[in-house]
Nanobody, 122 residues
C-alpha cells in the first residue's frame, strides 16, 4: 500500500509562483513513477506532468508547458511541482499520483492523494 500527501497549495496572485510537494509513504520502495494532475471546478481531471525513477519524464501538458516543472527527491520519495507565471485558469485542486509501473497510462495511476487547493487570483 502507498499513501501520497500533497502540500504547498494556497492563494497566489496572477503571475506568481508556488511549489507543491507530494510525500509518499508505505511501500515507497516499489514506487517507480509519480505524476501531478489537477481538476478545476466543474471540469474533468487534467494531466499536468509525470516522471519515472529512471529519470525519464513525460511531456508536460500544453497548458503548463514552459511554466511548470516537475522534480524528484529520491531519498524522501517526494516529488515537487514548481509553478511559475501562474494564471487564474491554473486554479484547481492539484493531485499527486504514484504507481509501481514505470510507464502509466494517463489517469490510470494506482495511488492518489487527497489534493491540495491552488487558487490564483486575478
Amino acid at each position: 500500500q502507498v499513501q501520497v500527501v500533497e502540500s504547498g497549495g494556497g492563494l497566489v496572485q496572477n503571475g506568481g509562483s508556488l511549489r507543491l510537494s507530494c510525500e509518499s509513504s508505505g511501500l515507497t520502495s516499489r514506487i517507480y513513477s509519480m505524476a501531478w494532475f489537477r481538476q478545476a471546478p466543474g471540469k474533468e481531471r487534467e494531466y499536468v506532468a509525470a516522471l519515472s525513477w529512471r529519470g525519464r519524464s513525460t511531456p508536460y501538458a500544453d497548458s503548463v508547458k514552459g511554466r511548470f516543472s516537475i522534480s524528484r527527491d529520491n531519498n524522501k520519495k517526494t516529488i515537487y511541482l514548481e509553478m511559475n507565471s501562474l494564471k487564474p485558469e491554473d486554479t484547481a485542486v492539484y493531485y499527486c499520483a504514484a504507481d509501481f509501473r514505470e510507464i502509466v497510462p494517463r489517469h490510470d495511476y494506482d495511488y492518489w492523494g487527497q489534493g491540495t487547493q491552488v487558487t490564483v487570483s486575478s
